[in-house]
């Protein structure tokens, strides 16, 4: 598994709605500068966030319009837009990342293993100098409360160790999953869906 984990934040091989997460990935690797090593997390995602623009403006990859009557809810890294009764449009800064890659490989990571509630990348929006990625989800609505606990066991069921409160580790991938509420992972018709999930990789994951 980790193996072909690899390989799709490598962009070798593919995953749900994976294309056009994939192609931004690819741009900023590709346009990575010789000291990137170097630099601190802000400016590598200074960088990033510019090359971004660049990326959209050449690609007509702008979104230039929220239905801002279609809100539903905001956290602190995302706002969410009721687009229809099947889906959501969620803008992200990715706050919670160091870098965009990060929270690109972050959805990649969402949509293998949570297909169902898989996001796919439609463009970015900028507004008051903040740059958000705008992503589609299938809207999930819930008809029970979440039990933490089934959550818990489903993880470990797939090698996600609990570490803490609603974090979770998995060694053999070495891969973090954090942020697990209720309000996170939806209950319907007995069946969890994972709507918002916070991945993150660690060095663990690149070794063979």
């Not at 919670?96 to 949570?114: A, C």
């Not at 958000?132 to 609505?141: N, P, R, W």
Request: charged letters at 25%; a negative charge.
């Amino acid at each position: 598994m980790k193996n072909e984990l690899q390989n799709i934040i490598s962009g070798k091989s593919q995953v749900r709605h994976g294309n056009s997460i994939q192609t931004i990935s690819r741009y900023l690797r590709e346009s990575e500068s010789a000291s990137r090593a170097l630099k601190s997390s802000k400016q590598i995602k200074s960088e990033e966030t510019a090359l971004i623009k660049k990326f959209c403006d050449r690609n007509s990859f702008w979104i230039t319009y929220i239905n801002i009557h279609a809100f539903i809810s905001s956290g602190a890294e995302q706002k969410v837009y009721l687009q229809n009764k099947h889906k959501v449009i969620k803008l992200n800064d990715s706050i919670y990342y160091e870098s965009w890659k990060d929270y690109f490989n972050n959805l990649l990571l969402n949509n293998y293993f949570f297909p169902d509630t898989a996001y796919q990348l439609i463009g970015f929006y900028e507004q008051a100098e903040v740059l958000y990625a705008v992503v589609e989800q299938k809207f999930v609505q819930s008809d029970s409360a979440t039990e933490l606990e089934n959550v818990k066991h489903f993880l470990n069921s797939n090698g996600f160790v609990n570490t803490r409160n609603n974090d979770y580790f998995n060694d053999e991938l070495g891969i973090i999953l954090e942020d697990l509420h209720d309000e996170n992972v939806l209950t319907f018709d007995n069946n969890l869906f994972f709507i918002d999930t916070v991945f993150y990789l660690t060095e663990q994951f690149y070794k063979l």
